[in-house]
């Protein structure tokens, strides 16, 4: 029987509840981005064919040279591929489709996803597809117990439905805070090796830290604030010398945007 829920233990013990995304959901995403990649193909192919041949002649362009051709069909199938993997790595599991339907792909640990699982994942899609029309991946999907495909099972990834996160009537003292900064989570820009860096331990610390910061007088708060940056900014590879109480206490807070958005899920 196909399980719609799946329960994750993270490495930090942390139990996490998904909803798991079935045939449909996926399908949908899916088609969305072949009908992108459809189009993206078309303009290269348009584009090299007036630039080779000073005319849209798809036979003439064929005839011209077997090696551009060759590369021509390589250089697609590069992009093709590129366009899972890379979307899927810098955009936390998801493709432009994915985000549309409101899905993602994650490891079996409830983590992103790495450079490796997600390349493992899309390259085997040329096994899925198989013998024809993705028959393979659809058949897997539909019957395994957690909506599986063999690229799945290799690189111990699943796709989930996006969790949203708790909206809250009243604003915390510390979201006060955060507004009346001006602070927002693209107040700058941490790199997707040092995002995956933290863990939930971190966030617990920093979510401890922010909402405890505006119920402490100004000389615990700054030294609190420190021993905070202490903390997180070498894993971000962050300075702390030079940098006034007020200028780590913004970044910690801008921090905590961040991580909330990838932690605080509503269970």
Not at 203 to 222: A, G
């Amino acid at each position: 029987m196909k399980q719609e829920q799946v329960g994750i233990k993270t490495p930090e013990f942390v139990s996490l509840q998904f909803q798991l995304a079935g045939l449909g959901s996926r399908a949908t995403g899916f088609i969305i981005d072949q009908l992108i990649l459809l189009v993206v193909n078309a303009l290269i192919i348009i584009s090299l064919i007036i630039l080779f041949t000073g005319e849209m002649d798809l036979l003439a362009y064929a005839g011209t040279d077997s090696l551009l051709l060759g590369l021509t069909i390589v250089g697609l199938f590069i992009i093709n591929s590129g366009y899972f993997i890379a979307l899927e790595y810098f955009s936390g599991g998801r493709t432009i489709g994915k985000r549309i339907v409101g899905i993602r792909a994650i490891q079996e640990n409830g983590h992103s996803l790495t450079l490796l699982s997600s390349f493992i994942r899309n390259f085997l899609r040329i096994v899925d597809n198989l013998p024809a029309g993705y028959f393979l991946g659809i058949m897997m999907i539909y019957f395994h117990p957690t909506h599986k495909r063999i690229g799945d099972l290799v690189a111990g990834t699943i796709v989930v439905h996006e969790r949203k996160a708790k909206r809250k009537k009243k604003l915390s003292p510390i979201e006060k805070e955060i507004i009346e900064k001006g602070l927002t989570k693209d107040d700058f820009t941490i790199d997707e090796w040092a995002l995956q860096s933290l863990s939930q331990k971190d966030w617990n610390l920093i979510n401890t830290y922010s909402n405890r910061l505006m119920q402490l007088p100004t000389n615990e708060r700054s030294e609190l604030t420190l021993q905070m940056a202490g903390l997180l900014f070498p894993k971000l590879g962050l300075e702390i010398a030079g940098k006034s109480h007020l200028d780590l206490e913004n970044t910690l807070l801008v921090l905590y945007l961040i991580l909330k958005e990838e932690w605080a899920y509503e269970l």
